[in-house]
């Protein structure tokens, strides 16, 4: 279908694609201009998400670096710009860490990118999806972000997604940073009942370290709203005590890969192509979990390539703001991790995401924050 059947204006030749990435240990934007081999591109930084009993303030970060954008643009006096006027903008796309559970209306996002950057073509999604576009630099495969949560993206190129877990870790982000802490607290829950299995000297004192006495933990755990935030804390302790041989951690991290495996296996469903890569904290350098998550994905799909990641989540959203630049028919919505507006109005691919009523139930139930969330 054309451009023109769809409504869409061109956008001007010489124009800016705006990419951000907003997420809890901060926030970066990047703009391009021209699309030659080597286009003028610019970058600022921006202030962390805070999250507070309403939610997370991911549209006043983004508001707040747009207006940065335009303040050096108009201070810079860049291409084709006018006493008073705007740079202009072909496309903007942003990543946001929370969306789909503590944005309360990502609507406002696409909003505030066409009021501040005078862009009729605007794409919202959750950084865990712009991780799978800036680890495959936009190319068909699967990707896993590990973090606090778990959660991996197939995409076949085109316009199909497929998602596995990201179900938050009451129900899901098996093999994640909160998974593997809560996992370690109880190991250190059985040694000090004195269990004959499953018990860890090293994870009850580190937990200890960290928590203060075993007796307070149900108090602080159950009635925290960040929880798991703080299980996830105890993921690199776990990853130290491996490494110096305690054989529960082990075990743990080894059960962690098996899960990660069979998430990221299912990503790679029916016209995904067999490759793969991770991206996240627990997976940056080698442990017990990765190799783990590396021999069991090899032994349930040994089609799969294993490749490393090539980019970062603001890499991807930059990608997608090219493509709305280039070819935005092509560019379908997945709600809730990506919705598209072009010419103000959706794509068709993200109406027909509507129709599903799962999407909702997705929304209220992913608690996963990825990829770049801190688990110090």
């Known amino acids: 279908m054309s451009e023109l059947a769809l409504g869409i204006e061109e956008p001007a030749v010489d124009a800016w694609v705006v990419a951000l990435d907003v997420g809890g240990s901060g926030s970066r934007l990047v703009a391009e201009f021209g699309n030659s081999v080597n286009p003028e591109r610019i970058s600022l930084n921006g202030r962390a998400v805070k999250v507070n009993h309403r939610g997370s303030d991911a549209p006043a970060v983004v508001a707040s670096l747009c207006q940065s954008f335009n303040a050096w643009a108009a201070r810079m006096g860049v291409h084709g710009m006018s006493d008073g006027s705007t740079a202009p903008v072909a496309s903007a796309a942003v990543g946001i860490t929370g969306l789909t559970s503590l944005v309360e209306k990502p609507t406002e996002v696409h909003d505030i990118l066409a009021r501040e950057l005078r862009t009729n073509r605007t794409a919202v999604a959750g950084d865990a999806l712009t991780a799978h576009l800036g680890a495959l630099r936009g190319r068909a495969g699967a990707v896993l972000s590990v973090g606090t949560g778990a959660v991996a993206f197939g995409y076949d190129g085109v316009s199909r997604w497929r998602r596995a ?162 070819t935005p028919q092509s560019v379908g919505g997945f709600r809730p991790w990506l919705t598209v507006r072009v010419d103000g109005h959706h794509t068709s691919g993200e109406a027909a995401e509507d129709a599903n009523a799962n999407d909702l139930l997705t929304a209220e139930l992913s608690a996963t924050e990825l990829p770049g969330d801190d688990l110090q």
């Open 165 to 326: 877990d990201g179900w938050g870790h009451l129900l899901g982000d098996l093999g994640a940073g909160v998974w593997v802490g809560g996992e370690a607290l109880r190991a250190a829950g059985r040694y000090h009942d004195g269990a004959s299995r499953g018990g860890s000297k090293r994870l009850l004192d580190a937990a200890v370290a960290k928590f203060g006495l075993i007796e307070s933990w149900p108090n602080q755990f159950y009635k925290n709203t960040q929880r798991a935030r703080q299980l996830a804390s105890m993921a690199p302790e776990v990853i130290i005590a491996a490494a110096e041989g305690d054989a529960v951690s082990i075990r743990i991290l080894e059960e962690a890969g098996r899960h990660l495996a069979d998430t990221l296996s299912s990503a790679l469903g029916r016209g995904i192509p067999p490759l793969a890569s991770t991206t996240g904290r627990l997976v940056q350098e080698e442990s017990p979990l990765t190799v783990s998550l590396t021999k069991h994905l090899s032994e349930d799909r040994p089609d799969v390539s294993l490749v490393p990641s090539g980019g970062t989540p603001l890499d991807g959203a930059l990608h997608l703001a090219r493509r709305l630049r280039d």
